[in-house]
């Protein structure tokens, strides 16, 4: 079935160390989104990537980094820089244009301890 | 910004009865699209209505469009427990380079 994979499901991250968030695609889309979800708030857009070996910051991507080598793949990395990185992440995808909506993965929950 | 903003926050309703969430906006749009979300879960799309309809709809679900008023309604028709979610409008504003910006959401709870 084609869908769209995050992992892991939940993730730990110690103060001053960097983590990868994964997200694969099987549907062929061009376009992949990470989005930030805080609770009782709406997504804010971290960084997008249309095409292959190129993205975008969005509205929040201080403090994190991507990488888009391959069209399925569009992993997340949450460097120490991020002062407050506690939130549910989610990965989504869709065609080009975006124009029959986003399908999104199930989700990252990455607490610091 | 161009978040659109759901209203109400929450709603709790019975079993059979019908949900309205509306959805409003800032800027021009080429289409508005509504979510759903479980608790602890990603987001499932629900519908999209492109800038130059007015209404659609999806079995239980209607969504009506005022681009004059920048806003939108989505109706959930006869609900049932298993509806109980959070749902989010997401605008595709013009200019945006096809980046879909969403609201806070409308938490609804249907009980049984």
């Known amino acids: 079935d084609g869908g769209i994979t995050q992992s892991p499901k939940y993730l730990f991250r110690k103060e001053g160390q960097n983590v990868t968030l994964s997200c694969e695609q099987n549907?062929?889309?061009?376009?992949m989104y990470w989005y930030r979800q805080d609770p009782g708030q709406g997504l804010r857009l971290i960084y997008y990537?249309?095409?292959?070996?190129?993205?975008q910051k969005g509205d929040i991507a201080e403090g994190y980094s991507v990488s888009r080598e391959k069209k399925e793949s569009f992993p997340l990395t949450v460097t120490s820089a991020q002062k407050n990185p506690t939130a549910f992440y989610l990965c989504?995808?869709?065609?080009?244009?975006?124009?029959?909506?986003?399908?999104f993965g199930s989700g990252t929950r990455l607490t610091v301890v | 910004s161009q978040q659109g903003e759901e209203d109400p926050q929450a709603l709790s309703i019975q079993e059979g009865e019908n949900a309205t969430m509306n959805c409003s906006y800032k800027?021009?749009?080429?289409?508005l699209q509504w979510y759903r979300q479980n608790s602890g879960r990603g987001l499932v799309h629900l519908i999209l209505?492109?800038?130059?309809?007015r209404e659609k709809h999806s079995g239980r679900l209607r969504v009506t469009l005022d681009t004059s008023k920048k806003s939108s309604s989505l109706l959930i028709t006869a609900s049932r427990a298993a509806d109980t979610a959070s749902y989010f409008c997401?605008?595709?504003?013009?200019?945006?380079?096809?980046?879909?910006?969403f609201g806070k959401g409308t938490l609804l709870t249907v009980n049984p």
């Open positions: 989504a995808s869709s065609i080009q244009g975006g124009t029959y909506g986003y399908t």
């Open positions: 549907l062929n889309h061009d376009a």
């Open positions: 990537s249309q095409i292959v070996n190129d993205f």
């Open positions: 800027t021009s749009i080429n289409n």
């Open positions: 209505i492109r800038s130059n309809e």
């Open positions: 997401a605008t595709d504003w013009e200019r945006s380079n096809y980046k879909l910006t």
